[in-house]
């Protein structure tokens, strides 16, 4: 059984994950196309930050800003040195979940929710993400398997909705029995290795 602190504990360590691979990036490696069309590496790092300046902000009872959509502005925001930013919003992360109480609740997009939810919600970003810029980069990426066993059911029950978003590329077909990790990656439009 999970509890409201296993969601703030998973939603950590997928920021640790994608950390990890944020510092593996060598300088040139920025400009490197991802999974994500449209986007370089670099552009990639400033949508993962503001998502966590989202996060930060419902966290502080602001709502939502208005996301950051144009990929010259990603890049900017991702600035000179993409992983000193990630890593200052990292440490905002983690200061600003320190001090939230998982029960709490919190103003969302999607109407009231509490923290542990926005968490959950908002877990696919660093997730996913990981996996696109270490695919970008060149390396393998194991991702979390409680966080993808946490988030595969919810994809998986929301089928074409996530693509009609216009975030997410069209679904890819893998078998049945194929790992949960490719089920999720096909589930938002990415193609697993193999």
Known sequence: MTGPDDAVARYLRALDRLGAVVD?????????????????????????????????????????????????????????????????????????????????GVATPLGPRTVEQLLGIALVEPVVHTWDLATATGRPADLDPDAVRALLPGVLALGGQLQATGMYPPAVPVPDDAPAQDRLLAALGRRPPG
């Open 24 to 104: 593996a990036v060598p300088a040139q490696g920025w400009d490197a196309a991802t999974p994500c069309p449209g986007w370089s590496a670099r552009q990639l790092l400033g949508h993962l930050v503001d998502g966590q300046n989202q996060v930060l902000a419902m966290l502080a009872g602001e709502g939502r800003r208005a996301p950051v959509a144009d990929p010259g502005a990603l890049g900017l925001l991702a600035g000179p040195d993409p992983a000193g930013s990630w890593r200052r919003a990292y440490q905002a992360a983690v200061a600003a979940l320190s001090r939230a109480a998982p029960g709490a």
